[in-house]
């Protein structure tokens, strides 16, 4: 699978913003980079660029923080397949733990089998 089966919960975009402070508390260089390169500003920890229907503004030229496949590039990841239901997994349990609404929950069968790489 090479591209994130999002469901558009924009749950990830209401967050983006709590991973701004402390920046330099972070160890990891590459998490540095990505969040202190990240243009918008937020609102609660809202991105500015997250529309009423959960889209992203700016989806097409998006940074790099809020593209999963170029994150995976840079971490030197080459099994999307894996990464990607790592990912999902990670956003179900964040729709569950928000009481989002249940259709927004990812379909993890969907991972098996498909082998995708960089």
């Not at 920890?45 to 496949?69: F, H, K, S, W």
């Not at 990464?83 to 179900?92: D, E, F, R, T, V």
Request: proline content about 5%; glycine content about 4%; hydrophobic content about 30%.
């Amino acid at each position: 699978m090479s591209q994130f089966p999002c469901t558009s919960c924009g749950l990830c975009c209401r967050i983006v913003g709590y991973l701004l402070p402390n920046l330099d508390e972070s160890k990891d260089p590459l998490h540095k980079h990505l969040v202190s390169t990240f243009p918008y500003k937020t609102n609660d920890g809202v991105c500015e660029m997250l529309q009423a229907d959960n889209t992203c503004a700016v989806y097409n030229d998006r940074p790099d923080l809020c593209n999963i496949n170029t994150v995976a590039k840079l971490r030197g990841i080459t099994d999307l397949n894996e990464y990607h239901k790592l990912n999902a997994q990670i956003c179900n349990i964040w729709i569950q733990l928000s009481k989002s609404d249940p259709s927004y929950l990812i379909d993890l069968t969907q991972f098996d089998n498909t082998g995708a790489t960089l």
